[in-house]
């Protein structure tokens, strides 16, 4: 079984959906994050959290709301996005803060239309 | 702040040739840790090394290599003898060791490696 698995790998939303994306990881790690990868652009951080407490929240607009109902399980819920929110979303996970490896799910590709 | 600067955006090869991508990293902080990670096209990034601001030595890795250089804030890494299966966006990410600091990882642009037969 893969370590961090996120779901779903596609979506496609137009400005006025909410939908939700999952990530679940398997690795028995304490920390996970969100990240957002668009296009010619760094990786950038969007949330982080630790023992299910966001430790951080990188300026990242009210559109995206993450959840973290427990260590192994992160959701990113959307609302209202912005064509420009269209991205690589990467779920990550660590055994604790970022000084360890984190462990990356294999992305999904959000497209707003 | 903490910077890491990827400046090749792209590199083509041919298969079996040596290649170089570079990463020049800025940071207040003397205790850090760098980070080279790939992404083929399936999207999943792929952990490759860790190594800490302490740890100055050369590691080398099957046909990896990374020469990490604090005197010029420098930490790339040489794949010898390329394969196909090498093409992928290589990333080098930096993070600092302090308590709020300490779940970040600041990541470059990525070079997107070719590979060509």
């Known amino acids: 079984e893969t370590g961090v698995t996120q779901t779903p790998r596609h979506l496609v939303m137009g400005m006025t959906n909410k939908k939700s994306l999952k990530c679940e990881q398997h690795?028995?790690?304490?920390?996970m994050y969100w990240y957002k990868q668009s296009a010619k652009k760094p990786l950038e951080l969007m949330f982080v959290?630790?023992?299910?407490?966001?430790?951080e929240n990188n300026s990242v607009p009210s559109r995206f709301s993450p959840e973290c109902p427990n260590s192994s399980h992160l959701f990113l819920h959307l609302h209202t996005l912005q064509p420009e929110d269209s991205a690589l979303y990467l779920c990550a996970s660590s055994q604790d803060g970022g000084t360890i490896k984190q462990y990356f799910g294999p992305g999904t590709r959000l497209t707003v239309t | 702040a903490q910077k890491v600067t990827q400046a090749q955006t792209e590199i083509s090869v041919v298969e079996k040739e040596d290649v170089t991508l570079d990463c020049v990293y800025e940071?207040?902080?003397?205790?850090?840790?760098l980070f080279w990670y790939k992404q083929p096209p399936s999207g999943e990034l792929v952990f490759l090394i860790r190594r800490n601001s302490f740890d100055e030595q050369n590691e080398i890795s099957g046909r990896y290599s990374w020469n990490f250089q604090k005197s010029t804030s420098s930490f790339n890494f040489t794949i010898t003898a390329s394969q196909v299966v090498d093409s992928a966006v290589y990333f080098c990410a930096l993070s600092e060791a302090g308590e709020t600091s300490g779940s970040r990882l600041t990541f470059g642009e990525g070079t997107q490696l070719t590979v060509n037969p």
């Open positions: 940071t207040r902080d003397t205790t850090y840790y």
């Open positions: 690795l028995g790690h304490n920390a």
């Open positions: 959290y630790n023992f299910k407490e966001q430790t």
